[in-house]
């Protein structure tokens, strides 16, 4: 299944414009929940953001922050959990977080792509 990317905006610099070139590469593969966090929220105003995330979701990226969402073993998650066991909090917490993924994906136009790319449970 091939997923329909977007058509990417000619006039946008890519050199200028993109988060992912202006700060440190590592910021989107980086182990920390709060550093992850962060590239999520520099990806916000990023123009190539939609198909940042398209792409990512027909390959399957097997981690990092693509589109503005964590991708951790081919699945998008909500956010990345530190080591260890879950507080009962964190976990009500994920499930409404899974549900404002789901909410984002389709306001850009990936929610058939649902059978490409699983939600993290």
């Known amino acids: 299944m091939s997923l329909a990317l977007a058509p990417v905006d000619e006039s946008v610099d890519l050199e200028a414009n993109l988060p992912c070139r202006k700060f440190d590469p590592d910021l989107w593969f980086a182990d920390s ?5 962060l590239a999520k929220s520099l990806c916000g105003d990023c123009p190539l953001r939609v198909e940042c995330l398209a792409g990512a979701v ?3 990226e097997p981690w990092g922050v693509w589109g503005g969402e964590i991708f951790e073993r081919g699945a998008v998650v ?5 080591r260890g066991r879950p507080r009962k ?3 009500a917490r994920d499930a409404a977080l899974r549900v404002e993924v789901e909410a984002r994906m389709a306001a850009n136009g ?3 792509s649902r059978n490409a790319v699983r939600l993290a449970a």
Do not use: I, Q
Request: net charge negative.
């Open 33 to 37: 929940p709060t550093e992850l966090e």
């Open 58 to 60: 027909e390959r399957a």
């Open 78 to 82: 909500p956010r990345k959990r530190p």
């Open 89 to 91: 909090e964190d976990v």
């Open 110 to 112: 990936l929610a058939e």
